[in-house]
Structure formats: structure tokens, C-alpha cells
């Protein structure tokens, strides 16, 4: 069966500090991965998505950055952080675009 | 470019009635999908149901149904004798031809004994 893991769950991280969320999906081959930022109490926002290794689609101009080293790893990643980069970041993977299976989530904070 | 929109922040229903959802997109692209997804206070995101936009009728699993008007550009979401663990946050989402899954601003469940 299909599992995704995203870690770690919880971090706290000082302004200007680097930043690294990775995610691995395991059991399917050529997913397509997301990466979605929640703030508190709000929807999600598509921050990247990628339909293969390599391919990655950026959806909001920022100081954030993803790849795709391998086919079932989607890593999520910052220069400096700011303290608008806080909140609930969450990794999914579907196939073919279709229901999409979330990761647990990351809760991040920028002090 | 593709839009979903999710016009109420919140609602209080009554433990046992029925409770639609409301959520419109936009979207120029032939072929989509729509979705909806459950997020109760731990985060994870949990679906529910999915609607294509060719499917002819309306999807349901349990008691969850979509009402799906293409003409109008709607996919509510109708939940039939809601109980108290329905109370979460609701998220329409669509997926366009490029694979591009978006959601909306969501709406906040509660149910009321």
C-alpha cells in the first residue's frame, strides 16, 4: 500500500535561518507531488507541484524553493526564513492528478 | 486560470440535519476534477469525495453526496444526518489538465448536540 512520509512534524526556526521539509512517498512510482502552506485557521495555498523528477512548478513568487532529486522525494526548502513563512506546511501526492494523499504536516515557526 | 470558491466561513448546524457545503469554481479547461476534503483540529486532511467533470452522475460515498451543476459551475457538498464528528473544516479542491490541484479558503463546521 501507499504510505507518505513527511517530516518533521513540528519546528521552530530563527529568522534568517535555512530551512529543509522533505517528503517521501512509498509503494507507487511517478506520482505527482504538492507542496500546500496553511496559515492559522486559513485554506491552503499550492506553494510547488511537480509531475516528475526534476519538473517543478512554482505557484507563488517567494523565498521558498522545492526539487525533486528522485521520483518519490519532493523536498521543500529556504535560504532565510521570514517570519511570514510561518505555518502548517503539508506534502501530498496523487496519481494522474486524481485524490490526492496528504502527509501529516509540518508546523513551522519563525521566530 | 483556475478558481474555487468556498462563500461561507463558517456554519452551525443542528446535530442530525442535513448540511450543504457550497463551493464554485471556474475553470477554462475541458477536463477537471473537483474534491472534497475533511480537516478536523489535528491537520491531517482527510478525503471525502471526488466528482469528474464528464462523470454523468453525481458522486456519493455514505453520507456524503456532490451535488454537481456544471452549468453553473457548482460541486456543493451535501452531508445527510450530520453528526457531531463532522465538525472540522471542509475544503473544495480542482484539478485542472495540468494537474494543478487548487483549494479553497474552506468552510468551519460545527455541529450542535
Known amino acids: 500500500s501507499q504510505t507518505i512520509h513527511q517530516w518533521p512534524a513540528t519546528l521552530v526556526q530563527p529568522v534568517g535561518s535555512p530551512l529543509s521539509l522533505e517528503c517521501t512517498v512509498e509503494?507507487?512510482?511517478?506520482?505527482?507531488l504538492y507542496w500546500y502552506r496553511q496559515a492559522a485557521g486559513r485554506g491552503l495555498q499550492l506553494l510547488f507541484y511537480?509531475?516528475?523528477?526534476?519538473?517543478i512548478s512554482s505557484e507563488v513568487p517567494q523565498n521558498l524553493s522545492a526539487s525533486r532529486p528522485q521520483d518519490r522525494q519532493f523536498i521543500l526548502s529556504s535560504k532565510k526564513l521570514l517570519l511570514s513563512d510561518s505555518g502548517f506546511y503539508l506534502c501530498?501526492?496523487?496519481?494522474?492528478?486524481?485524490?490526492?494523499?496528504f502527509g501529516a504536516g509540518t508546523r513551522l515557526s519563525v521566530l | 486560470a483556475q478558481k474555487i470558491t468556498q462563500t461561507q466561513p463558517g456554519m452551525f448546524v443542528q446535530e442530525k440535519e442535513a448540511v450543504t457545503l457550497d463551493c464554485t469554481y471556474d475553470?477554462?479547461?475541458?477536463?477537471?476534477?473537483l474534491f472534497w476534503y475533511k480537516q478536523p483540529s489535528s491537520g491531517e486532511m482527510i478525503f471525502l469525495i471526488y466528482?469528474?467533470?464528464?462523470?454523468?452522475q453525481n458522486a456519493t460515498e455514505g453520507r456524503y453526496s456532490l451535488n454537481f451543476q456544471k452549468a453553473r459551475k457548482s460541486a456543493n457538498l451535501v452531508i445527510s444526518a450530520s453528526q457531531l464528528g463532522d465538525s472540522a473544516m471542509y475544503f473544495c479542491?480542482?484539478?485542472?489538465?495540468?494537474?494543478?490541484?487548487?483549494f479553497g479558503k474552506g468552510t468551519r463546521l460545527h455541529i450542535l448536540p
Open positions: 509503494g507507487t512510482s511517478n506520482p505527482n
Open positions: 511537480s509531475v516528475g523528477i526534476g519538473q
Open positions: 501530498a501526492w496523487s496519481v494522474g492528478g486524481n485524490i490526492q494523499y
Open positions: 475553470t477554462s479547461d475541458p477536463s477537471y476534477g
Open positions: 479542491a480542482m484539478r485542472g489538465e495540468d494537474d494543478k490541484i487548487i
Open positions: 466528482q469528474g467533470s464528464y462523470d454523468q
